[in-house]
């Protein structure tokens, strides 16, 4: 009984041996990756002024197991990417930039646009009478609100009433390019000035109007007859101290007075909820914005 019982634990150690010198299963499970989003769906590179613009990547779901992502430029002569989403601006043009997951081949992309600069600030060219400045008075970005004037005024203030409300003649009719009325003159020098009524009455004729978003802010798109495009960002407008319609309006003022009551501007009007886009009359104490336009031989 004692060698049974020696044998059987001699084998019992042999077979627990061998056991354990067997190599253990791969547990490790490769998770695939599902999309990929960039953090901007526009950028505005303005030659000259704007090096470089970045863009940065996030790959889902976070617990991928190859997040490697690879970037392209649809037009590289227009803007280049390197391997960390820097964007350069090569030359005025559009292009795609694109991201591209290595596990999947999923893709994001950003809308890019290259522009020349006059005075310091990027301009479009839509193919009207009047080039379109990229962005707002008091903005860096196409879809950045910018500050507020009153009509007359070019100076942003705390408070927008009819009380503080500066003094204009009434015989003064157009303040369009007056470095003492005019906001885009005063600030950003000539040749920019408010647009007319008959250069805002262009714009709505002939541009191709989409209800957007750029960046997360909601506003307009305006295509013009070349193909070229500006966003106008619904930053509502300012009464008293208390801003309304932000991201559902945009107010933008003309240099023009209101033919119907002096003691209001011509302003172009957005309404993103009733698909609305027109020129019509303002209170000119009103907080507006001021996007300038410069004409073809400047």
Known sequence: MKRIAIFLSAASLAVTGMISCEKEPDTETTVSVESVSLDKNAL??????????????????????????????????????????????????????????EDGGKTARCDVSVLEALSGHGYVDLGLSVSWAACNVGADSPEEYGDYFAWGEITPKDEYTKENAIEIDNDIISITGSE??????????APWQLP???????????????????????????????????????????????????????????????????????????NGDANYFDNIGMPRFYGASVRPVVGPDE
């Not at 003492?180 to 020098?189: E, L, M, N, P, S």
């Not at 309304?244 to 003022?253: K, P």
């Open 44 to 101: 505005a590179i303005v030659l000259g002024i704007d090096e470089t613009k970045t863009l940065t990547a996030t790959v889902y779901p976070e617990t991928a197991t190859d997040k490697t992502v690879k970037w392209e430029s649809a037009d590289p002569e227009t803007a280049s990417v390197d391997e960390n989403g820097v964007v350069k601006g090569l030359s005025a043009g559009e292009t795609v930039i694109f991201a591209i997951t």
């Open 180 to 189: 003492k009325y005019d906001a885009a003159r005063a600030i950003w020098g």
């Open 196 to 270: 007319t009524k008959v250069q805002v009455e262009e714009l709505l004729e002939k541009g191709e109007w989409e209800w957007s978003e750029m960046n997360g802010c909601r506003g307009c798109k305006v295509t013009g007859p070349n193909g070229n495009s500006i966003f106008l960002p619904a930053a509502g407008e300012i009464q008293g101290s208390s801003l309304l319609e932000e991201g559902s309006c945009g107010s933008y003022w003309t240099g023009e007075r209101w033919s119907h009551m002096l003691d209001y501007g011509e302003h172009l009007f957005i």
